[in-house]
């Protein structure tokens, strides 16, 4: 099993950096969207010895939410929101890239240093899963609109959910259940947020909330 | 033998400086005695640093020569030989193109005897500074070399810039000479200043040593941030003037490292990563801002920063291969920059001497000024040519050969390094050089491109005429060179692998140099033999081709303006045009500034876009740095009043100061 | 002597793999397309016919088709034999393989400039953009196969990599395959980066730089054109064939499919894709650049 694991964290990195060199919205979303589908199955391809029901019901559960619904919504605040389909980033795509390159090397080292006591299926799962944090942070900072904070936030939460499956074999369901209910309110209430921005002021860039202040 | 010959060379120097300076005015003797001074003070020491080469190194002894802390003492040995050896020569050659270089010069008036004067004063200094074996000895060498290249760069000093260039210059060398004498302090704390009496009495100063050898040398050799002095000095000097300190001068910054942090003993990692970090950021920093000038010298001398960077990451890997225990990897890196030494010594300076020949033909150095010159100037445009391509690191010129070297000291590194020890400086390096590869291959296509293919910009290039004699002579001379030491690349190997030797054993890494060498020298003279038969297949071809086309129409048509009827010089693409989307895409980092002047209105006729690249270092750093220190310092003016008698008095209480803390 | 086969029938075959991915573009379309031997008689046609040089140009013109091929065979030579003859070049031979290319490559650019004409003028500035992104993903690839397979050459490269290999650090070697077909399209003046079929001046970037040449020297060029996406093609292809493991004979079997497949992969993006604007394709470059030092951290991680 731990091919398929390795291949699914290699695919993670790439789609990492296809998120960063991108300059589509629709793009992003759906980049988001696969990311949230491999990040679902991975549990199914670290269960190596017992396949359990609750292990699917979770799976089931990520894959839904972040692959379908969450794509959903955001598609549908930028449909309504009609604004442009750009990135708009504050940092552009060959630097983004050069520092998803750094992040990942940045990540490689750490996990050097830090040596985790635990067994882990594969050689690579902490280093990657550091790195869609990294890269998950610097898209919320780099980027512009409201929609791509939100993706940067999905793309963090994605990191931390490998973490802890990396780390804590048996995720207890509950506690993800609720990190997933989490992220769905965060979704929505950034949906609305940017339906409301939009409204009020006809675009959606964040940057320019700054002129809100007194 | 070896070391009576060095001081005949360089007494030779010595009178070829102060003649010129005593019969100042008598300008035609100088004119002669000069170069053929210099071009005699080469020989004989170019048959000293060859003697030396074949029987092994030689030393004077100690001379008393009065001076506190040590004696007079010269010696040559592989590390030495290695450095003079492009000195001497390169100057040689350069004298030579100076005679007919600084005619129209003479021409207006100039004093030819004080250029005379200080270029050999440069050469001697030069020499010095590799042959001392006294710390002060040396720095008597390098000052003279700095000051003679001073007033050699200031030798057009009625223009505003040249003086600021100038002005430049001896600021940022003498902050260098500073940290070289902190260094030597340190050094020489055992009380001789002797090569054989230095040595660190603390190993913990070891890294602070290190530090300001990186600084107060690197100043010299160009490495970025230390770099800004090269951009400004090299335009500004005569161009023969300025391959010389181009090709040769600021090697001497790369000896002095080598020299110096010998007596550090062995080497801890961060050196070596430290070496290769400064090199790799000269390197791509030193590309782009070459990519980005449009003015033909300051573009080379940008050049020069890159190829320092190359030398540096080199060095760095042969460090690092020392500190992690990878022979290999310390012999191939320690080779690739000592190649690279020779080779750029050669195709940087005949870039600069053809950049002259140029300016003397054209009046001009702005590329966008410039065009077709390879019709007009057949002879300077193929020296040109086999520079470009030398420098690009392209087979079969011998640019390729030290990088060629390095590559596999960075693989080398990734093939045998246990875990990461190796293999993330290997890689770091092959990405560096790639990078670097790639983007001087734009540079001097542009370069090339732009001055000496298409049609003419201005009139000033249309009426160029090729140059004369003594200008072509070294010209065809060093473009011969740099296709023989392509070819020969496995040849040189043997001349630095004595090199390599005393340096890994002076740091306490003995390298079997031997089994090392005879692998780059296989790989190199595979290389040559592929070389040899892609010429060998193009001549073919281009045979073939000549009689297949003998039977049939070969016609002569304007080139294809897609049906457009008049077309102009003006509409060529320029240096600006063609350099934009690689200063585009770096841009932020460059802030390169863009003109662009759009067509307007109904009738448009007068359209432009040009591109301007100040350097970012100068700009963003030093400039703010130097303000800043001069508003501090304007303060200390209270105590600048002009009155003696409390200047007499600050005096009085300063020394009671000091004896009562001597005494107290 | 297989080797001696490779390299020969890549010599001959080489144009037949643009026609492959024509006939593919043709079937993605709907249309019949192109015979797949209609590059044979492009060049023969071309060898045939007298020239028209443009009065600006000088000897470098003259050189640079010639140059630029007997560089690309050179660098056939090197690469098609690696497959089946792992002693076969010499170490960093293939930085070698990459400085010829850079010569020929500096002089099709110059040649470019030679004309003064400014469409050309145009497309040499994207041509040195491209090759300045594309070299350090190249070479960072060839370092990850340096370090799986811990040869220094060609032929050794290919030689040092087995089943045992693929089964440990596969997913580098596949990234290091998919940076490598990035780079090919690049090189190759291939969709996204540019089109071959256009025919707008302001468009292109290597039609738009022979724009003044024609007869023999144009059939050099286009030859060369073909023969250097023969030589990419097969080191992404011997990459793949050594995962087989098996005797050289079937090395020579499986090679043909290798490359038809790659053929219709460079089709099937051509029909896929558009072509990217000039200011998005750095961004895809350097993403290539990123997948090869992925893999490469991969590769370092794999094999501790």
Same mark, same amino acid.
């Given at each position: 099993?731990?091919?398929?694991?390795?291949?699914?964290?290699?695919?993670?990195?790439?789609?990492?950096?296809?998120?960063?060199?991108?300059?589509?919205?629709?793009?992003?979303?759906?980049?988001?969207?696969?990311?949230?589908?491999?990040?679902?199955?991975?549990?199914?391809?670290?269960?190596?010895?017992?396949?359990?029901?609750?292990?699917?019901?979770?799976?089931?559960?990520?894959?839904?939410?972040?692959?379908?619904?969450?794509?959903?919504?955001?598609?549908?605040?930028?449909?309504?929101?009609?604004?442009?389909?750009?990135?708009?980033?504050?940092?552009?795509?060959?630097?983004?890239?050069?520092?998803?390159?750094?992040?990942?090397?940045?990540?490689?080292?750490?996990?050097?240093?830090?040596?985790?006591?635990?067994?882990?299926?594969?050689?690579?799962?902490?280093?990657?899963?550091?790195?869609?944090?990294?890269?998950?942070?610097?898209?919320?900072?780099?980027?512009?609109?409201?929609?791509?904070?939100?993706?940067?936030?999905?793309?963090?939460?994605?990191?931390?959910?490998?973490?802890?499956?990396?780390?804590?074999?048996?995720?207890?369901?509950?506690?993800?259940?609720?990190?997933?209910?989490?992220?769905?309110?965060?979704?929505?209430?950034?949906?609305?947020?940017?339906?409301?921005?939009?409204?009020?002021?006809?675009?959606?860039?964040?940057?320019?909330?700054?002129?809100?202040?007194? | 033998?070896?070391?009576?010959?060095?001081?005949?060379?360089?007494?030779?120097?010595? @009178?070829?400086?102060?003649?010129?300076?005593?019969?100042?005015?008598?300008?035609?003797?100088?004119?002669?005695?000069?170069?053929?001074?210099?071009?005699?003070?080469?020989?004989?020491?170019?048959?000293?640093?060859?003697?030396?080469?074949?029987?092994?190194?030689?030393?004077?002894? *100690?001379?008393?020569?009065?001076?506190?802390?040590?004696?007079?003492?010269?010696?040559? &040995?592989?590390?030495?030989?290695?450095?003079?050896?492009?000195?001497?020569?390169?100057?040689?050659?350069?004298?030579?193109?100076?005679?007919?270089?600084?005619?129209?010069?003479?021409?207006?008036?100039?004093?030819?005897?004080?250029? %005379?004067?200080?270029?050999?004063?440069?050469?001697?200094?030069?020499?010095?500074?590799?042959?001392?074996?006294?710390?002060?000895?040396?720095?008597?060498?390098?000052?003279?070399?700095?000051? /003679?290249?001073?007033?050699?760069?200031?030798?057009?000093?009625?223009?505003?810039?040249?003086?600021?260039?100038?002005?430049?210059?001896?600021?940022?060398?003498?902050?260098?000479?500073?940290?070289?004498?902190?260094?030597?302090?340190?050094?020489?704390?055992?009380?001789?200043?002797?090569?054989?009496?230095?040595?660190?009495?603390?190993?913990?100063?070891?890294?602070?040593? $290190?530090?300001?050898?990186?600084?107060?040398?690197?100043?010299?050799?160009?490495?970025?941030? !230390?770099?800004? %002095?090269?951009?400004?000095?090299?335009?500004?000097?005569?161009?023969?003037?300025?391959?010389?300190?181009?090709?040769?001068?600021?090697?001497?910054?790369?000896?002095?490292?080598?020299?110096?942090?010998?007596?550090?003993?062995?080497?801890?990692?961060?050196?070596? %990563?430290?070496?290769?970090?400064?090199?790799?950021?000269?390197?791509?920093?030193?590309?782009?801002?070459?990519?980005?000038?449009?003015?033909?010298?300051?573009?080379?001398?940008?050049?020069?920063?890159?190829?320092?960077?190359?030398?540096?990451?080199?060095?760095?890997?042969?460090?690092?291969?020392?500190?992690?225990?990878?022979?290999?990897?310390?012999?191939?890196?320690?080779?690739? /920059?000592?190649?690279?030494?020779?080779?750029?010594?050669? $195709?940087?300076?005949?870039?600069?001497?053809?950049?002259?020949?140029?300016?003397?033909?054209?009046?001009?150095?702005?590329?966008?000024?410039?065009?077709?010159?390879?019709?007009?100037?057949?002879?300077?445009?193929?020296?040109?040519?086999?520079?470009?391509?030398?420098?690009?690191?392209?087979?079969?010129?011998?640019?390729?050969?030290?990088?060629?070297?390095?590559?596999?000291?960075?693989?080398?590194?990734?093939?045998?390094?246990?875990?990461?020890?190796?293999?993330?400086?290997?890689?770091?390096?092959?990405?560096?050089?790639?990078?670097?590869?790639?983007?001087?291959?734009?540079?001097?296509?542009?370069?090339?491109?732009?001055?000496?293919?298409?049609?003419?910009?201005?009139?000033?290039?249309?009426?160029?005429?090729?140059?004369?004699?003594?200008?072509?002579?070294?010209?065809?001379?060093?473009?011969?060179?740099?296709?023989?030491?392509?070819?020969?690349?496995?040849?040189?190997?043997?001349?630095?692998?004595?090199?390599?030797?005393?340096?890994?054993?002076?740091?306490?890494?003995?390298?079997?140099?031997?089994?090392?060498?005879?692998?780059?020298?296989?790989?190199?003279?595979?290389?040559?033999?592929?070389?040899?038969?892609?010429?060998?297949?193009?001549?073919?071809?281009?045979?073939?081709?000549?009689?297949?086309?003998?039977?049939?129409?070969?016609?002569?048509?304007?080139?294809?303006?897609?049906?457009?009827?008049?077309?102009?010089?003006?509409?060529?693409?320029?240096?600006?045009? !063609?350099?934009?989307?690689?200063?585009?895409?770096?841009?932020?980092? =460059?802030?390169?500034?863009?003109?662009?002047?759009?067509?307007?209105?109904?009738?448009?006729?007068?359209?432009?876009?040009?591109?301007?690249?100040? &350097?970012?270092?100068?700009?963003?750093?030093?400039?703010?740095?130097?303000?800043?220190?001069?508003?501090?310092?304007?303060?200390?003016?209270?105590?600048?009043?002009?009155?003696?008698?409390?200047?007499?008095?600050?005096?009085?209480?300063?020394?009671? /100061?000091?004896?009562?803390?001597?005494?107290? | 002597?297989?080797?001696?086969?490779?390299?020969?029938?890549?010599?001959?075959?080489?144009?037949?793999?643009?026609?492959?991915?024509?006939?593919?573009?043709?079937?993605?379309?709907?249309?019949?397309?192109?015979?797949?031997?209609?590059?044979?008689?492009?060049?023969?046609?071309?060898?045939?016919?007298?020239?028209?040089?443009?009065?600006?140009?000088?000897?470098?013109?003259?050189?640079?088709?010639?140059?630029?091929?007997?560089?690309?065979?050179?660098?056939?030579?090197?690469?098609?034999?690696?497959?089946?003859?792992?002693?076969?070049?010499?170490?960093?031979?293939?930085?070698?393989?990459?400085?010829?290319?850079?010569?020929?490559?500096?002089?099709?650019?110059? *040649?470019? =400039?030679?004309?003064?004409?400014?469409?050309?003028?145009?497309? @040499? *500035?994207?041509?040195?953009?491209?090759?300045?992104?594309?070299?350090?993903?190249?070479?960072?690839?060839?370092?990850?196969?340096?370090?799986?397979?811990?040869?220094?050459?060609?032929?050794?490269?290919?030689?040092?990599?087995?089943?045992?290999?693929?089964?440990?650090?596969?997913?580098?070697?596949?990234?290091?395959?998919?940076?490598?077909?990035?780079?090919?399209?690049?090189?190759?003046?291939?969709?996204?980066?540019?089109?071959?079929?256009?025919?707008?001046?302001?468009?292109?970037?290597?039609?738009?730089?022979?724009?003044?040449?024609?007869?023999? &020297?144009?059939?050099?060029?286009?030859?060369? @054109?073909?023969?250097?996406?023969?030589?990419?093609?097969?080191?992404?292809?011997?990459?793949?064939?050594?995962?087989?493991?098996?005797?050289?004979?079937?090395?020579?079997? %499986?090679?043909?499919?290798?490359?038809?497949?790659?053929?219709?992969?460079?089709?099937?993006?051509?029909?896929?894709?558009?072509?990217?604007?000039?200011?998005?394709?750095?961004?895809?470059?350097?993403?290539?650049?990123?997948?090869?030092?992925?893999?490469?951290?991969?590769?370092?991680?794999? =094999?501790?």
């Amino acid at each position: 099993m731990t091919a398929y694991l390795d291949i699914i964290l290699v695919a993670l990195i790439l789609s990492d950096f296809i998120l960063l060199g991108s300059g589509r919205l629709g793009n992003c979303i759906r980049i988001a969207a696969w990311q949230g589908i491999m990040v679902g199955l991975l549990p199914i391809a670290t269960a190596d010895a017992g396949f359990s029901f609750r292990i699917a019901a979770l799976g089931i559960a990520v894959v839904v939410l972040k692959g379908f619904v969450f794509p959903r919504l955001l598609n549908r605040a930028i449909r309504e929101s009609a604004s442009s389909r750009e990135v708009k980033p504050f940092v552009g795509y060959t630097t983004s890239l050069l520092a998803g390159v750094l992040a990942l090397s940045a990540s490689f080292w750490l996990d050097g240093r830090l040596s985790f006591p635990l067994h882990l299926e594969s050689a690579i799962v902490v280093p990657v899963s550091l790195s869609m944090m990294f890269t998950g942070l610097f898209l919320v900072v780099a980027r512009r609109t409201a929609v791509n904070q939100v993706i940067g936030y999905l793309v963090l939460e994605n990191g931390i959910y490998a973490l802890s499956l990396a780390i804590v074999r048996d995720v207890p369901f509950l506690v993800e259940l609720g990190v997933l209910m989490d992220m769905f309110v965060a979704v929505f209430v950034m949906g609305i947020a940017i339906y409301r921005i939009n409204m009020e002021f006809d675009h959606m860039d964040s940057n320019r909330l700054a002129k809100l202040r007194g | 033998m070896t070391i009576t010959l060095l001081f005949i060379s360089l007494c030779t120097f010595l @009178a070829g400086g102060l003649v010129p300076a005593f019969l100042r005015g008598n300008s035609r003797f100088s004119r002669v005695f000069g170069p053929v001074a210099n071009v005699a003070g080469c020989a004989v020491g170019l048959l000293g640093v060859v003697l030396s080469m074949l029987y092994g190194p030689a030393e004077s002894g *100690s001379i008393h020569w009065g001076a506190p802390s040590g004696s007079m003492a010269v010696g040559i &040995d592989p590390l030495s030989a290695l450095f003079a050896l492009p000195v001497l020569v390169i100057s040689a050659l350069c004298a030579l193109h100076g005679c007919g270089y600084m005619k129209p010069y003479a021409a207006k008036g100039k004093d030819m005897s004080r250029f %005379w004067a200080f270029y050999n004063f440069l050469t001697g200094g030069m020499l010095l500074v590799t042959v001392a074996r006294n710390a002060l000895l040396f720095l008597l060498g390098w000052e003279v070399m700095a000051l /003679a290249s001073f007033f050699l760069v200031l030798f057009d000093a009625g223009r505003e810039p040249v003086r600021r260039a100038a002005w430049i210059y001896l600021v940022a060398t003498h902050l260098g000479t500073a940290c070289i004498l902190l260094l030597f302090s340190m050094l020489g704390s055992g009380g001789s200043l002797d090569f054989t009496g230095l040595s660190l009495p603390d190993r913990s100063w070891a890294g602070a040593a $290190f530090v300001l050898a990186l600084v107060g040398f690197g100043t010299k050799a160009g490495f970025v941030p !230390f770099h800004v %002095w090269l951009p400004e000095a090299h335009p500004s000097a005569p161009s023969n003037v300025s391959a010389v300190m181009s090709g040769v001068m600021i090697k001497t910054g790369i000896y002095g490292l080598l020299r110096f942090i010998l007596f550090m003993g062995p080497p801890p990692a961060w050196w070596g %990563w430290t070496l290769l970090g400064v090199g790799l950021l000269s390197g791509v920093a030193g590309v782009l801002m070459a990519l980005s000038q449009h003015e033909l010298k300051r573009m080379l001398a940008y050049s020069s920063v890159e190829n320092i960077g190359i030398i540096g990451m080199g060095l760095g890997l042969g460090l690092l291969g020392i500190s992690y225990g990878i022979p290999a990897m310390a012999f191939l890196g320690f080779a690739g /920059a000592f190649l690279h030494v020779l080779n750029h010594s050669v $195709f940087k300076s005949l870039l600069f001497l053809a950049a002259g020949a140029i300016q003397n033909a054209t009046g001009t150095r702005e590329l966008d000024q410039l065009g077709g010159l390879l019709k007009r100037m057949p002879v300077t445009g193929a020296a040109f040519l086999a520079g470009s391509v030398a420098i690009c690191g392209l087979p079969p010129l011998n640019g390729f050969v030290g990088e060629l070297t390095a590559y596999l000291a960075a693989f080398t590194g990734i093939q045998n390094g246990a875990g990461t020890q190796g293999a993330l400086p290997g890689i770091i390096a092959i990405g560096g050089l790639a990078l670097m590869g790639g983007l001087a291959l734009a540079c001097f296509t542009k370069a090339f491109g732009i001055a000496f293919l298409g049609e003419p910009r201005s009139p000033g290039a249309g009426s160029a005429r090729e140059s004369h004699f003594s200008m072509r002579f070294p010209l065809v001379a060093l473009s011969l060179l740099c296709l023989l030491m392509g070819l020969g690349g496995w040849l040189l190997v043997g001349l630095v692998e004595p090199v390599v030797g005393m340096l890994t054993t002076g740091f306490g890494f003995p390298v079997a140099t031997g089994v090392h060498a005879s692998h780059a020298e296989s790989t190199l003279r595979y290389a040559s033999i592929g070389s040899v038969s892609v010429i060998a297949a193009v001549l073919l071809l281009l045979f073939v081709r000549s009689r297949l086309l003998a039977r049939r129409s070969v016609t002569t048509a304007p080139t294809w303006g897609c049906g457009y009827g008049s077309p102009e010089p003006s509409m060529q693409y320029t240096a600006s045009s !063609f350099a934009d989307p690689l200063t585009g895409l770096f841009g932020p980092a =460059l802030g390169t500034g863009r003109n662009l002047a759009s067509p307007g209105g109904l009738f448009p006729d007068r359209a432009g876009f040009s591109s301007d690249t100040p &350097d970012a270092c100068t700009d963003r750093f030093y400039i703010p740095l130097f303000t800043g220190m001069e508003r501090l310092f304007k303060r200390l003016r209270v105590i600048q009043h002009g009155r003696i008698n409390l200047y007499v008095l600050s005096i009085v209480v300063a020394l009671a /100061a000091l004896l009562a803390w001597k005494l107290g | 002597m297989p080797g001696l086969i490779l390299f020969l029938s890549g010599l001959l075959l080489a144009p037949l793999l643009l026609g492959v991915t024509v006939r593919t573009k043709a079937a993605f379309a709907g249309r019949r397309g192109a015979p797949l031997f209609q590059q044979y008689h492009d060049l023969v046609k071309l060898l045939r016919r007298g020239q028209v040089m443009s009065g600006t140009t000088t000897f470098l013109f003259r050189v640079a088709p010639s140059l630029a091929l007997v560089v690309t065979v050179s660098a056939a030579a090197l690469v098609a034999p690696s497959i089946v003859s792992p002693g076969w070049g010499f170490p960093g031979d293939f930085v070698f393989l990459l400085c010829l290319l850079g010569l020929a490559r500096f002089f099709t650019v110059s *040649s470019a =400039l030679d004309t003064g004409s400014s469409f050309e003028g145009m497309g @040499a *500035s994207r041509e040195v953009l491209y090759s300045a992104l594309s070299e350090p993903a190249l070479l960072i690839g060839f370092g990850v196969l340096v370090r799986v397979s811990g040869e220094m050459s060609l032929g050794g490269m290919y030689g040092g990599l087995g089943s045992g290999e693929w089964l440990s650090a596969g997913t580098a070697l596949c990234l290091v395959a998919v940076s490598f077909f990035i780079v090919l399209l690049a090189e190759n003046s291939r969709i996204p980066f540019d089109d071959p079929n256009t025919h707008l001046e302001l468009t292109m970037v290597h039609e738009v730089m022979v724009l003044d040449n024609s007869g023999p &020297d144009f059939a050099l060029i286009t030859y060369g @054109a073909a023969l250097k996406l023969w030589v990419f093609a097969s080191l992404i292809v011997n990459l793949f064939l050594t995962a087989l493991g098996g005797s050289s004979f079937q090395y020579i079997a %499986w090679f043909p499919a290798g490359m038809l497949l790659v053929g219709v992969l460079v089709g099937t993006v051509e029909s896929v894709m558009a072509r990217l604007s000039l200011l998005k394709t750095p961004h895809l470059l350097a993403g290539a650049g990123a997948i090869s030092v992925l893999a490469f951290i991969l590769s370092t991680r794999f =094999l501790q």
